[in-house]
Nanobody, 123 residues
Framework: QVQLVESGGGSVQAGGSLRLSCAAS????????MAWFRQAPGKEREFVAA????????YYADSVKGRATISRTNAQNTVYLQMNSLKPEDTAVYYC????????????????WGQGTQVTVSS
């Protein structure tokens, strides 16, 4: 079992930046692909970015490519999402997730989810 707790959300003006963090419990953190998803009001939850257990592979949604960087520190059981050049359409609840690479990136069906953190971007 993995428990995930997000932090770092908030309100920011368009063009600004935010860094989201996700702290994970458990001793098997490095064995999981970690990812960020988001859900805007009235929309389905969508994939944002993923990083492999070792951190050597990353994968991004087209909507954030070039503006987002996912990273992890396995020694601290933490994954991060740095978002730059934020747009109003980035407004959503951002969820941290964990699972296998294929389940996360292709099936978009992670095994574990955090409770989410709100990001609001104003124009």
């Amino acid at each position: 079992q993995v428990q995930l707790v997000e932090s770092g959300g908030g309100s920011v003006q368009a063009g600004g930046s935010l860094r989201l963090s996700c702290a994970a419990s458990g001793r098997t953190f490095s064995s999981y692909t970690m990812a960020w998803f988001r859900q805007a009001p009235g929309k389905e939850r969508e994939f944002v970015a993923a990083i492999s257990g070792s951190g050597s592979n990353t994968y991004y949604a087209d909507s954030v490519k070039g503006r987002a960087t996912i990273s992890r520190t396995n020694a601290q059981n933490t994954v991060y999402l740095q978002m730059n050049s934020l747009k109003p359409e980035d407004t959503a609840v951002y969820y941290c997730a964990a699972g296998g690479w294929m389940k996360v990136t292709r099936l978009q069906s992670p095994d574990f989810w955090g409770q989410g953190t709100q990001v609001t971007v104003s124009s």
